[in-house]
């Protein structure tokens, strides 16, 4: 017997009859004598569509309101889900966020956990009884609901893992594992078996939206084992298997022994959420840069890619980052208001960018993966406006329609494409 946390998405929970499928995957886990509990998302779309609830009401909704409104999709779902397993004879309840309670920081809209009480949790599940939780929210320390982030459903589930001292989180979604790219739009995407947390952690960061990455940095630091698997199967296959065909979330050192044929590359992730702004003809002297990043750290812009282009003869210099697109008006403004002290000649921002990354442990010990990815798009005529790199990761920022070519084309170039796929 186990003790497992299954975690379902939005589009896993997206109506009546995906919540009863979903109903019979926990049913199974539950007659094969495990311990469950169940989190839960929103039926997908419904999150976005509260938050333009949110947004329509008033551009300058107060944050701990907008909680309020954007958790009711997780409340709707698990009472759902609750009704579906009882009505196919299982003993099963909902644990909202404050019944346990999930408690986090103030933040709202972006809160973290800091606790879970989760005694009278473990006691229901030991009595039997399905726990059904939905993700995403917590509670604050006066009382009141907090969201996690979009995507924080994840994070949910890994808390709870760790909380509950679980033996596995299997996190349920559309596609049936971590993939060497986004299914999506790369046909010959292949499936990773394993991948390392560290990589995970990375290609999160960049774009993979598979999984939340505060999912995968607590799973690291708590030794939860975490499974991504798919939901979309037939009655016909046993979850209850030892040999899951989703992807494993493991260590290195388990890698070592575990993965013969690994690949310098693990995956190649997009974003196109970021912009860039460049401010041109900025005074080329020590300071100049403080003065700009000074102000957005100030307003807790987070800034991405850093270019500094080289000085000009006449002591100036162009800058240029990008920041979150949702935070391109506030970041226009900080720097507008700030120009006297930068004094910069033109302010230009540019939302049709994508940021490319290219995933890999690998890459610690080989050289040539930045040069491969700079060939391969050169080739295809593909421009690269900034570049980061960090041990594990290169990245870079082309125009935003070139996004699925980059894609396929680097999948290419490292060898990733699936013989299977056509
Ligand atoms: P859920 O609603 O279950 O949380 P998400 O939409 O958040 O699901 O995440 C699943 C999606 O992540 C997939 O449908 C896929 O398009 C996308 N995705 C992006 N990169 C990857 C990747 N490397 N492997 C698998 N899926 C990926
Ligand atoms: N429903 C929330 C969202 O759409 C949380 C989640 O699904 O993980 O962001
Ligand atoms: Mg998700």
């Avoid at 929210?137 to 969201?147: E, Y």
């Avoid at 909380?163 to 971590?178: L, S």
């Avoid at 607590?218 to 209850?240: C, H, P, W």
């Amino acid at each position: 017997m186990a003790r497992i946390v299954m975690k379902f998405g939005g589009t896993s929970m997206a109506g009546i009859e995906r919540i009863r499928r979903v109903a019979q995957i926990v049913k199974q886990q539950a007659d094969a004598g495990h311990e469950v509990a169940v989190v839960v998302s929103a039926m997908a779309g419904d999150t976005d569509r509260l938050v333009n609830f949110c947004r329509e009401a008033s551009s300058l909704y107060d944050p701990a309101e907008y909680d309020v409104v954007v958790a009711s999709g997780e409340q709707v779902t698990s009472g759902l889900l609750s009704i579906a397993l009882q009505s196919l004879g299982a003993k099963a309840r909902s644990w909202l966020g404050w019944q346990m309670p999930i408690r986090t920081i103030e933040s709202h809209s972006k809160a973290r956990i800091e606790t879970i009480d989760a005694a009278d949790l473990i006691q229901s599940m030991q009595d039997g009884q399905i726990a059904i939780i939905p993700g995403f929210q917590g509670i604050s320390k006066d009382g009141r609901i907090t969201t996690l982030g979009r995507g924080g459903s994840d994070t949910s589930a890994v808390a709870i893992a760790a909380a509950v001292k679980a033996d596995r989180c299997d996190i349920y979604t559309d596609v049936d594992g971590v993939y060497t790219t986004d299914p999506r739009i790369v046909t010959k995407a292949r499936k990773l078996k394993t991948v390392t947390f560290e990589e995970m952690l990375e290609l999160a960061s960049v774009g993979a939206k598979v999984l939340q990455t505060r999912s995968v940095g607590l799973a690291m630091k708590e030794g939860v084992r975490i499974q991504v698997l798919s939901s979309f199967t037939d009655e016909s296959v046993n979850y209850t298997a030892d040999d899951l065909p989703g992807t494993l979330i493991i260590s290195e050192d388990e890698m070592e022994t575990d993965d013969m044929e690994r690949q310098l590359i693990t995956g190649i992730a997009h974003d196109k959420n970021e912009s860039k702004i460049t401010l041109t003809r900025v005074p080329d002297k020590p300071g100049a840069v403080a003065n700009i990043f000074e102000p957005l750290a100030e307003a807790a812009i987070n800034v991405d890619m850093i270019v500094q282009n080289v000085g000009r003869d006449k002591g100036e210099t162009d800058v240029t980052f990008t920041a979150p697109t949702v935070d391109l008006d506030k970041t226009m403004q900080v720097l507008e208001a700030a120009q006297p002290d930068i004094g910069y000649n033109r302010l230009i921002s540019d939302s049709n960018v994508a940021k490319i990354s290219v995933v890999g442990v690998g890459m610690k010990s080989h050289a040539g993966i930045a040069s491969t990815m700079f060939k391969a798009l050169a080739d295809r005529g593909v421009n690269i406006q900034a570049i980061t790199t960090s041990e594990i990761k290169v990245s870079v920022l082309i125009e935003e329609d070139y996004t699925e070519l980059a894609l396929r084309v680097l999948h290419t170039a490292y060898g990733l494409d699936s013989e299977d796929a056509t």
